[in-house]
């Protein structure tokens, strides 16, 4: 019930706010942020913590906020924390695994986690069950190779103090026991092994978004949300700010315009061509390639409350990081469902609710050129994308089945998830490349910021926008002032989670308890510390209560969730 009063207050503020707040023309405003998903909700939400005095301005096309990419229906739903995805540990020639990736993408979700944590405290997020549920994380492979490869990795990451508490197993009883789905049926002299971490997380953006806004929107009155408003053209004004052109979509496409002294576009897809309108030179080495996304899923209460687990496989040769294969337990719309996929799909379009024409439109004389020589050197991706286009729906249950051999196909819909964008960017070397992940692009005097990637990594949303805000407000940042609130915000901020195991447990502990996770429990310790954790984030203790180790600053993380 609360979720749905929170979604319908939500439409209520966007239906409002789509004309009432539209801002006259001559108006000027501190941050302009454009497209209505996680990105731009986070950083709006440190920025009003951070600086409340500054006028905030967010606007979203569509006639509610997080219908593209940070929806439910259209991601994994994963709290990627690299416990489970064997993408991050790719196998090096000499047979060793590298995880040198997976401690960055961890403690940049155990800053998620510590973010959500002080919204909840402060009342500006509530009910954690509706955007965060405990969901343990596997990795599930077979044959003796892949089985070769999952031991090698495990024995590697138990090296580090972030996955002590890995379990790894080939014994079928054992993953039975872990995910049945996974086993009944299965072949006995077929040998399978595992890893599972029982601190992983089921996450909805969506939700996580809307209540974002929906507080911006209640408790700030330096901030707008204009629904219904598209963006269309971004130039820059002789004193240095950037004069922000929008359609207003529910009143026949009327234009306006304001000036804004700093725009962020989060807009998904659509941010490459909003870059390229801005005319930065740093927007002119990329282009895009769009890549789309499906889902096998069933709702049948019987067979989706008996997977409790986000299970991933290792994805096939030559296909893309956000194509690894996961039968996944979900949590939308308050039901439990079991997702599996995904199968990729092409379409010219950069959104799900885009154009056919945005490949095209996105084309220019400096990056046509890049994007055929990344097609040409990428064949075995375009190899891969034309055999996922061609799949039957045979092929895709007969997948299905390698992870859930007892599947019955009228259980189960295919459904078109969202849409991505891969990032080509020339290369002074290899002409161009195509990279995966999240791009974060500033223009020299850091006015003008967009997120470039092909899954804008709502797991780690809090650690990529602490990255925007180094480069776009450094002085603020090292002011007092903000260095003070981040540390309330994030416990750990400016400190290392990776080989400081008390730290990690006083850390884990206290955001389980906030969001109501139960995945870590607090030490004899350290339970007085957590408590204090909490008083602190209300603003009840001083500075003098964040935690210490002697640690360094935690690295900048690049990262890429799955669709």
């Given at each position: 019930?609360?979720?749905?009063?929170?979604?319908a207050?939500?439409?209520?503020?966007?239906?409002?706010?789509?004309?009432?707040?539209?801002?006259?023309?001559?108006?000027?405003?501190?941050?302009?942020?454009?497209?209505?998903?996680?990105?731009?909700?986070?950083?709006?939400?440190?920025?009003?913590?951070?600086?409340?005095d500054?006028?905030?301005?967010?606007?979203?096309?569509?006639?509610q906020?997080?219908?593209?990419?940070?929806?439910?229906?259209?991601?994994?739903?994963?709290?990627?924390s690299?416990?489970?995805?064997?993408?991050?540990?790719?196998?090096?020639?000499?047979?060793?695994?590298?995880?040198?990736?997976?401690?960055?993408i961890?403690?940049?979700?155990?800053i998620?986690?510590?973010?959500?944590?002080?919204?909840?405290?402060?009342?500006v997020?509530?009910?954690?069950?509706?955007?965060?549920?405990?969901t343990?994380h596997?990795?599930?492979?077979?044959?003796?190779?892949?089985?070769?490869?999952?031991?090698?990795?495990?024995?590697?990451?138990?090296?580090?103090?972030l996955?002590?508490?890995?379990?790894?197993?080939?014994d079928?009883?054992?993953?039975?026991?872990?995910?049945?789905?996974m086993?009944?049926?299965r072949?006995?002299?077929?040998?399978?092994?595992?890893?599972?971490?029982?601190?992983?997380?089921?996450?909805?953006?969506?939700?996580?978004?809307?209540q974002?806004?929906?507080?911006?929107?209640?408790?700030?009155d330096n901030?707008?949300?204009s629904?219904?408003?598209?963006?269309?053209?971004?130039?820059?004004?002789?004193?240095?700010?950037?004069?922000?052109?929008?359609?207003?979509?529910?009143?026949?496409?009327?234009?306006h315009?304001?000036?804004?002294?700093?725009?962020?576009?989060?807009?998904?897809?659509?941010?490459l061509?909003?870059?390229?309108?801005?005319?930065?030179?740093?927007?002119?080495?990329?282009?895009?390639?769009?890549?789309?996304?499906?889902?096998?899923?069933?709702?049948?209460?019987?067979?989706?409350?008996?997977?409790?687990?986000k299970?991933?496989?290792?994805?096939?040769?030559?296909?893309?990081?956000?194509?690894?294969?996961?039968?996944?337990?979900?949590?939308?719309?308050g039901?439990?469902?079991?997702?599996?996929?995904?199968?990729?799909?092409f379409?010219?379009?950069?959104?799900?609710?885009?154009?056919?024409?945005?490949?095209?439109?996105?084309?220019t004389?400096?990056?046509?050129?890049?994007?055929?020589?990344?097609?040409?050197?990428?064949?075995?991706?375009?190899?891969?994308?034309?055999?996922?286009?061609?799949?039957?729906?045979?092929?895709?249950?007969?997948?299905?089945?390698?992870?859930?051999?007892?599947?019955?196909?009228?259980?189960?819909?295919?459904?078109?998830?969202?849409?991505?964008?891969q990032?080509?960017?020339?290369?002074?070397?290899?002409?161009?490349?195509?990279?995966?992940?999240?791009?974060?692009?500033?223009s020299?005097?850091?006015?003008?910021?967009?997120?470039?990637?092909?899954?804008?990594?709502?797991?780690?949303?809090?650690?990529?926008?602490?990255?925007?805000?180094?480069?776009?407000?450094?002085?603020?940042?090292?002011?007092?002032?903000w260095?003070g609130?981040?540390k309330?915000?994030?416990?750990?901020?400016?400190?290392?989670?990776?080989?400081?195991?008390?730290?990690?447990?006083?850390?884990?502990?206290?955001?389980?308890?906030?969001?109501?996770?139960?995945?870590?429990?607090?030490?004899?310790?350290?339970?007085?510390?957590?408590?204090?954790?909490?008083?602190?984030?209300?603003?009840?203790?001083?500075?003098?209560?964040?935690?210490?180790?002697?640690?360094?600053?935690?690295?900048?993380?690049?990262t890429?969730?799955?669709?």
């Amino acid at each position: 019930m609360k979720k749905q009063l929170t979604a319908a207050l939500c439409l209520n503020l966007c239906m409002a706010s789509g004309y009432a707040m539209a801002a006259d023309d001559s108006e000027t405003i501190d941050v302009a942020l454009i497209g209505g998903g996680i990105m731009s909700a986070t950083l709006g939400t440190y920025l009003e913590a951070l600086q409340p005095d500054w006028k905030v301005s967010m606007y979203e096309r569509l006639d509610q906020v997080a219908e593209e990419s940070s929806n439910g229906w259209n991601n994994a739903g994963t709290g990627h924390s690299a416990f489970a995805e064997m993408n991050y540990t790719p196998q090096r020639d000499d047979g060793s695994v590298d995880v040198s990736r997976p401690p960055k993408i961890t403690e940049a979700f155990e800053i998620t986690r510590q973010f959500l944590s002080y919204q909840v405290l402060n009342g500006v997020m509530h009910d954690p069950g509706s955007f965060l549920n405990n969901t343990p994380h596997m990795s599930f492979v077979w044959g003796d190779d892949h089985i070769d490869f999952l031991r090698k990795r495990y024995d590697a990451m138990q090296q580090s103090s972030l996955y002590k508490a890995m379990e790894y197993s080939e014994d079928p009883e054992v993953i039975r026991e872990w995910a049945p789905l996974m086993m009944e049926g299965r072949d006995p002299a077929q040998k399978v092994a595992a890893t599972r971490m029982e601190a992983g997380t089921d996450a909805e953006w969506g939700e996580v978004t809307r209540q974002l806004i929906s507080a911006l929107s209640e408790q700030h009155d330096n901030f707008s949300l204009s629904t219904g408003s598209e963006v269309r053209d971004l130039k820059r004004n002789d004193d240095g700010s950037w004069k922000v052109t929008w359609a207003d979509l529910d009143h026949g496409g009327e234009e306006h315009s304001i000036n804004a002294r700093y725009v962020f576009i989060g807009a998904g897809g659509a941010a490459l061509p909003l870059l390229q309108k801005s005319g930065i030179p740093e927007g002119k080495i990329y282009a895009g390639f769009p890549v789309g996304g499906q889902f096998l899923v069933t709702s049948n209460p019987e067979i989706a409350h008996r997977h409790h687990a986000k299970a991933y496989g290792l994805a096939a040769s030559g296909s893309p990081p956000m194509s690894v294969p996961h039968l996944d337990s979900r949590k939308l719309d308050g039901k439990q469902r079991i997702l599996f996929g995904p199968f990729a799909n092409f379409s010219t379009k950069f959104l799900k609710d885009g154009s056919w024409t945005d490949l095209f439109g996105s084309m220019t004389t400096s990056n046509t050129l890049p994007m055929m020589k990344v097609g040409l050197d990428n064949f075995s991706l375009v190899k891969y994308l034309v055999g996922q286009v061609m799949l039957s729906e045979d092929d895709r249950f007969e997948a299905l089945k390698a992870y859930y051999p007892e599947a019955q196909r009228e259980d189960w819909t295919l459904i078109n998830a969202g849409q991505r964008v891969q990032i080509i960017k020339k290369d002074p070397e290899k002409g161009a490349v195509l990279q995966f992940g999240t791009e974060v692009v500033t223009s020299q005097d850091g006015t003008m910021s967009a997120l470039l990637g092909a899954s804008p990594g709502a797991s780690t949303a809090p650690t990529i926008m602490l990255g925007l805000m180094e480069k776009v407000f450094p002085e603020q940042l090292a002011s007092d002032q903000w260095q003070g609130k981040l540390k309330r915000m994030i416990p750990s901020y400016g400190l290392t989670l990776d080989g400081n195991e008390q730290l990690t447990n006083e850390i884990r502990s206290y955001t389980s308890s906030v969001l109501e996770l139960g995945d870590t429990q607090p030490t004899a310790e350290n339970a007085e510390r957590i408590e204090a954790l909490k008083a602190r984030a209300r603003g009840q203790e001083s500075d003098s209560e964040q935690p210490g180790n002697g640690g360094e600053e935690t690295d900048a993380v690049e990262t890429s969730d799955n669709v």
